[in-house]
């Protein structure tokens, strides 16, 4: 199977997933779409994953290749493909997809658990989510469920914490890729957005248990491990 990851930003990389790759024997390439590099032939790709940034879905003006990207990521969803998105990355699939991207009542920052809902317990894509797993959340907006979407999770400060769509398609707004070193650069870049807030956590707090990281890589390989079974 091969990989094509769309990065917006040189600190969010695709993390564990590309650990998850080169056991599997899996190929993975990454298109930096923030230095310019023109996006990769539909028909080259199994699986698309949408990795997250700190820009929003409508900042077009000021990153202009959003316009593009979306549309590579509406033939990628429309061509059958399995696609993956992952915070910024689910916004940008529930937008291609018809639905509301909105700010959030609360930013969520930093380890907090979120709730598997009774409709996706059920469901064969939805089964790598535990019934309640404690995650890595780093953004302030969030998005309507898409017409015909599986409301996967919610959290006490974000009702929408992802989706399934059409059982190959699936949004996260939390992260299960990050490692330590990435929730270090999260903080070198973005400290700015750690401010006061009921679902906001100190810097020491979010790497005081680098156990974490592993459960949530654990996670994301079960989810993984589906997507390329469901990958034509």
């Avoid at 959030?104 to 979120?114: A, D, K, L, Q, V």
């Amino acid at each position: 199977m091969h990989i094509q990851c769309l990065q917006h930003v040189p600190f969010e990389t695709p993390g564990s997933i590309g650990g998850w790759a080169c056991k599997g024997g899996h190929s993975l390439a990454v298109t930096a779409l923030y230095h310019g590099q023109p996006l990769p032939e539909l028909a080259s790709l199994d699986l698309l994953v949408v990795l997250g940034g700190p820009m929003n879905i409508y900042e077009e003006q000021r990153f202009p290749w959003l316009r593009a990207e979306k549309r590579f990521i509406a033939k990628a969803v429309a061509a059958g493909k399995s696609v993956l998105g992952i915070c910024l990355g689910a916004q940008l699939i529930a937008d291609v997809l018809g639905a509301r991207v909105f700010a959030n009542r609360y930013r969520e920052i930093g380890w907090f658990p979120i709730e598997k809902t009774t409709a996706a317990q059920a469901d064969l894509t939805a089964a790598f989510l535990p019934q309640r797993a404690e995650v890595f959340h780093w953004h302030g907006d969030t998005f309507e469920l898409p017409a015909g979407a599986l409301h996967l999770a919610r959290s006490r400060g974000c009702e929408h914490q992802g989706f399934v769509f059409a059982q190959r398609v699936v949004g996260l707004q939390f992260h299960l890729e990050t490692l330590p070193e990435l929730a270090a650069g999260l903080i070198a870049h973005c400290g700015a957005e750690i401010v006061p807030g009921p679902y906001v956590q100190s810097p020491e707090q979010m790497i005081a248990d680098p156990a974490r990281f592993g459960r949530i890589n654990r996670v994301m390989q079960g989810l993984l491990d589906q997507l390329a079974i469901l990958s034509p």
